[in-house]
């Protein structure tokens, strides 16, 4: 089981990286927790994740290569 | 509809004003289009806390910013009678006065051009994961928020 976990913006300077794999994690509440426990100031900072580039809401259940990535709040244009 | 094929979004650098000016050359033969709307986004030397932007370092999430760019595009032909639209955004460092957006949509009448424009560019600020880094003179930055 391997979770790629994608990091930008202000959530690649706090983690020091924009590319993480985790896992143990078999769903995006156990993702955040371990992110959370490795990196206490993303528990901080505001973001949304995508799994596999849908944004999701609430728990997903997470599968061997799936991606995930934690949007902090767009800012294009 | 006859553009309507998948294009890619995101430039390296900011977008010269040729490249717009060619653009628009290029619509000469499109003798059904009536209207041309057109939305740049340009950088600003915003102060914050008495320190002034030089410049904006967007990145982006690529793929999922292409997704959306496509949805964007498809929506917008669903809703108004467009003939063409041109979507460019940025990634990388664009500086105060340089163009980070190129919105371009063309109808045979104005209204839908005007409508269609406008909500383009509202649903690129708030669905398509790009983020803007402002960059200070002494070399320290935040991170744009978008209003």
Known sequence: MAIEVLLFGQLSEITGADKLTVTKASSTVELVQVLHKQFPNLALANYKLAVNKVLTEGNTVLKDADVVALLPPFSGG | ?147
Request: glycine share 4%.
């Open chain 2, 1 to 147: 509809m006859a553009e309507k094929k998948k294009q890619t979004v995101l430039m390296q650098g900011p977008i010269p004003a040729s490249f717009i000016a060619n653009s628009i050359a290029k619509h000469s033969s499109k003798t059904n289009i009536g209207a041309h709307s057109i939305f740049l986004g340009q950088v600003r030397t915003d102060v914050v806390e008495n320190k002034t932007v030089l410049a904006i370092e967007y990145s982006a999430y690529a793929e999922m910013a292409e997704e959306k760019f496509y949805h964007i595009r498809e929506s917008a032909f669903k809703k108004y009678d467009l003939i063409c639209m041109h979507i460019y955004h940025s990634v990388g460092v664009v500086k105060a006065g340089e163009m980070s957006l190129f919105v371009f949509v063309s109808s045979a009448h104005r209204a839908a051009a005007f409508e269609a424009c406008r909500e383009i560019v509202e649903q690129i600020k708030k669905e398509v994961p790009v983020w803007g880094k402002e960059m200070f003179e002494d070399e320290t930055h935040v991170w744009k928020t978008n209003t």
